[in-house]
């Protein structure tokens, strides 16, 4: 699990700094890091082969995408030491590559994998057992199309089960009893994307681990 002091809450970056330089990219991080994040998260897909930076297929083909070993050698540099990774795994069949990358950079340990996909958690914790993971659960649409029946129920037994050690949740599906639940079962709990400072706010006064911003300078008082 990620190193998370008692009582603080952890600051995410998603896709760096998205809403002040594009998403996935190295700016982004740059300014993420400069206004002050714990985590940097970026989303994943193959690409003709290549891991590259991509949060949708549309987004995928573009040429000036990062490539996955760009990104890690990077956030592998001494400016980030003190940043963790948080990979957001879009699609099946990337899991092996991605381990390698990571061990290669010298990143796994700093790094949580999450996907909206249990499968692909599960390919990541077979290959590699000692590897932190979380499983993410968006809106209806989304966990309709993942055909999550009870998703409450899902989740809390496979945190129950160590299947999974956090629980990456849309911020307006997290309440104090889902909070109680997840920590009752030995896990984390992190609310994403959340752009406005009042439930920003509202999350850290509820206790919750981790709260992802397109906005890092929300996190400011």
């Excluded at 599960?122 to 809106?139: F, M, Y």
């Amino acid at each position: 699990m990620f190193t998370v002091k008692p009582h603080v809450c952890q600051r995410i970056g998603h896709g760096g700094a998205s809403a002040l330089a594009p998403a996935n990219t190295l700016s982004s991080f740059d300014m993420a890091r400069e206004i002050g994040v714990d985590i940097v998260e970026f989303d994943i897909r193959c690409w003709r082969g290549e891991l590259v930076l991509a949060h949708t297929r549309l987004d995928a083909p573009r040429p000036w995408n990062l490539r996955l070993h760009e990104a890690l050698s990077y956030l592998a540099g001494p400016e980030f030491k003190e940043i963790e990774l948080n990979v957001d795994v879009k699609q099946l069949g990337c899991e092996s590559a991605l381990l390698d990358e990571l061990r290669s950079a010298g990143l796994l340990s700093r790094t949580v994998i999450c996907s909206q996909m249990a499968a692909v958690l599960d390919r990541v914790r077979a290959l590699e057992p000692g590897a932190r993971v979380g499983i993410s659960v968006g809106g209806r649409v989304a966990r309709l199309s993942r055909r999550w029946r009870d998703w409450r129920e899902q989740v809390l037994t496979g945190l129950a089960a160590r299947r999974w050690d956090a629980l990456m949740a849309q911020h307006r599906l997290v309440d104090f009893r889902l909070l109680e639940d997840v920590v009752a079962r030995s896990g984390l709990l992190y609310a994403w994307t959340v752009n406005e400072r009042p439930a920003i706010d509202a999350l850290r006064r509820l206790g919750v681990h981790g709260i992802a911003t397109a906005d890092p300078r929300l996190f400011t008082a």
